[in-house]
Each structure stands twice: as C-alpha cells, then as structure tokens.
C-alpha cells in the first residue's frame, strides 16, 4: 500500500475507499480469465476426491442440525398455551 504525503496535513494519508475497490473488481475480473479455473465441484486426484467427500458430509450435518434448530424454534414460537395459563402467577 503506498502512503501518500500531504504537505498541507502533515500527515499521511491512506488510498482512497474508491481505488481499493477498482483494484480489487479488476482482481477478480482477471482470476476469471485463466484457461483451468478451480472447482469446488469438480475434483481431480484421489486427495481431493477425499476432501470433496468430507466436505459434503460436513455440509449435510450442518444443514441437518441448522434445519433441527430452525423446527425446534418455530415450534417454540408457535406453541399454543394450555388452557387456564396466566403469566402473572409464578
């Protein structure tokens, strides 16, 4: 990062948000137009076969347990109260 000085300030100052940006969009815009792009999807080799396999499993469990959590709360939120309840007396 290159630091410009300005003399009126007396300080430095830091590239502007806008160009930070326009670096970063170009980034990205060039990684695309490699000839062998990288796939999450699509492995080649047996290691990442392997790690392709971990991580559907992984993702399973975790949309399993977020999809638990999801019913047990909406259950919770919609759970009717038993006739003759009242909140006052504790």
């Given at each position: ?34 000839e062998s ?13 392997r790690i ?39």
């Amino acid at each position: 990062m290159v630091l410009d000085r300005d003399p009126r300030r007396g300080r430095t100052e830091r590239p502007s948000r806008a160009r930070a940006v326009v670096a970063l969009l170009s980034i990205l815009l060039l990684a695309g137009c490699a000839e062998s792009s990288a796939s999450l999807l699509d492995a080649r080799g047996p290691a990442a076969a392997r790690i392709n396999t971990l991580w559907w499993i992984m993702f399973g469990v975790g949309a399993a347990v977020y999809l638990a959590v999801m019913g047990y709360l909406l259950a919770a939120l919609f759970q009717r109260r038993p006739a003759g309840f009242d909140e006052t007396e504790q």
